[in-house]
Structure formats: C-alpha cells, structure tokens
C-alpha cells in the first residue's frame, strides 16, 4: 500500500500559474508510471501528463506547452507546473501511480483547482 499525498490546489485568474505537488509514503522507484489525471464532475477522470520509469513523458494535448510534470524517485514526489492556467482547466486533479510488479494502483483524494475571473 501506497499514500499518495497532493498540496498546492487553490483559485487562480485566467493566465494564472499553479505547481501541484504529490509526496508518495514509500518509494516510487517501482512505479512504473506515475503523474496527474483530473475529472470535472459528471465526467470521465482523464489524463494530464505522467512521466515513466525511464523518464519518458505522456502529455494530454489539451494542455501540452503549459503544464510540465516532473518525477523526483530521490524525493519520492511527482510535481505539476501549471502556466497558462484557462476556465477549462477547473477540475479536481489527482495523484496516480501504477506499480511495475503489483495488481493495484494508487490515487491520491486530489485537491481542487478553479480557474476563474
């Protein structure tokens, strides 16, 4: 079993900047991916960017060139620098890692980001 823990959601103006941060309770080194999803409600939980084991990225397009996640197996934290920040990225975001060698994956609770004037 893994906690996965998330800080840094809040209410941020139209071209505003955010940086999420997920702390893991136990080392990330088996993951083989970890990242951040988000979900609007009455909606499907999607993808926002994950970074694999080998250090290769996963990028939604909806937010390519403005979101940047960064995997830290020293600190055991996956990291989400939000620029650009638009209303249609208002959503709930959630910390994701997928083991290499086990059946469950882990969720963070996720934390709240609004976008708003």
């Known amino acids: 079993q893994v906690d996965l823990v998330e800080s840094g959601g809040g209410l941020v103006q139209p071209g505003g900047s955010l940086r999420l941060s997920c702390k893991a309770s136990?080392?990330?080194?088996?993951?083989?991916?970890m990242g951040w999803y988000r979900q609007v409600p009455g909606e499907q939980r999607e993808l926002v960017a994950v970074?694999?084991?080998?250090?290769?990225?996963n990028i939604a397009k909806s937010v390519k060139g403005r979101f940047f996640v960064s995997r830290d197996n020293a600190k055991n934290t996956v990291d989400l620098q939000m620029n650009n920040l638009k209303i249609e990225d208002t959503a709930v975001y959630y910390c994701?890692?997928?083991?290499?060698?086990?059946?469950?994956?882990?969720w963070g609770r996720g934390t709240q980001v609004t976008v708003s004037s």
């Open positions: 970074e694999f084991s080998s250090g290769n990225r």
């Open positions: 994701n890692a997928v083991p290499a060698m086990e059946l469950n994956q882990y």
């Open positions: 136990a080392s990330i080194s088996n993951m083989y991916a």
